[in-house]
């Protein structure tokens, strides 16, 4: 399909894509699929999309993973989701990284080891062949050629991404729509959140993740290469 023409859907022909993929995705995986959360704005309204489509329950594992270095609102709103959507949350902390890195001094090194091998470590370890995420196309460059069922090697599974054709426009009118809760950072001028020392208020005028550390930002391309989302 054409991304432009896409962009251009209403929000509700958006919604309908997102839960059409997220159906087809777990009735073809079963019980091998989790979803993936930040807890962030987006990974949120994936959440309640999956909640919608299956009766207004999360019937798959929701993975979390956690740096050390999140926001405590982060922490704090995750642990109120994931008790008042009775959440089967699966947490995972890179712990042995932790003994040795330098947090956020040397970015690639620290997003390896925090995020992408936390990631692959959560996938062997559940056995799961495939993980439901929440990036969009507009959100960052490096994802402007993502698909909607995406092969990944080492470990081998398939990422699932829903609301590619979301913008950050709809995503806001999604949660304003069905009254979706979200954390209390974004009403203090935080528009993409990531881990609390690389990530600051940025103005509305400006790219959605320009409050992210952008020499992270400018290798994000090698990231994804890695496994990064």
């Excluded at 859907?9 to 699929?33: D, F």
């Excluded at 999309?49 to 594992?61: A, D, N, R, S, W």
């Excluded at 959440?87 to 890179?94: E, T």
């Excluded at 620290?110 to 470590?121: E, H, P």
């Amino acid at each position: 399909m054409d991304e432009e023409r896409m962009f251009n859907w209403t929000l509700e022909q958006k919604e309908l894509e997102s839960k059409r993929l997220i159906g087809e995705a777990v009735e073809r995986y079963g019980n091998k699929i989790a979803t993936a959360t930040s807890f962030g704005k987006d990974s949120t309204v994936v959440l309640h999309l999956i909640k919608e489509v299956f009766g207004g329950k999360i019937p798959i594992p929701v993975l979390n993973i956690d740096t050390s270095v999140e926001f405590k609102e982060i922490y704090a709103f995750r642990d109120r989701m994931a008790r008042e959507w009775d959440l089967d949350l699966k947490i995972v902390r890179n712990d042995e990284a932790l003994k040795t890195i330098n947090i956020a001094e040397d970015k690639e090194q620290c997003c390896q080891a925090l995020k992408t091998d936390a990631l692959n470590m959560a996938i062997r370890q559940n056995g799961w062949n495939a993980l439901i995420t929440a990036i969009r196309w507009d959100e960052q460059e490096a994802r402007i050629n993502e698909t909607y069922f995406s092969q990944r090697e080492n470990p081998s599974y398939t990422r699932i991404n829903p609301i590619l054709h979301f913008r950050e426009v709809d995503i806001w009118e999604y949660i304003k729509k069905y009254h979706v809760p979200y954390c209390e950072l974004y009403k203090r001028g935080y528009r993409s959140l990531g881990c609390e020392p690389c990530t600051r208020i940025s103005g509305l005028e400006g790219p959605e993740r320009g409050g992210r550390s952008q020499d992270k930002e400018e290798i994000m391309r090698r990231l994804r290469d890695l496994g990064y989302f």
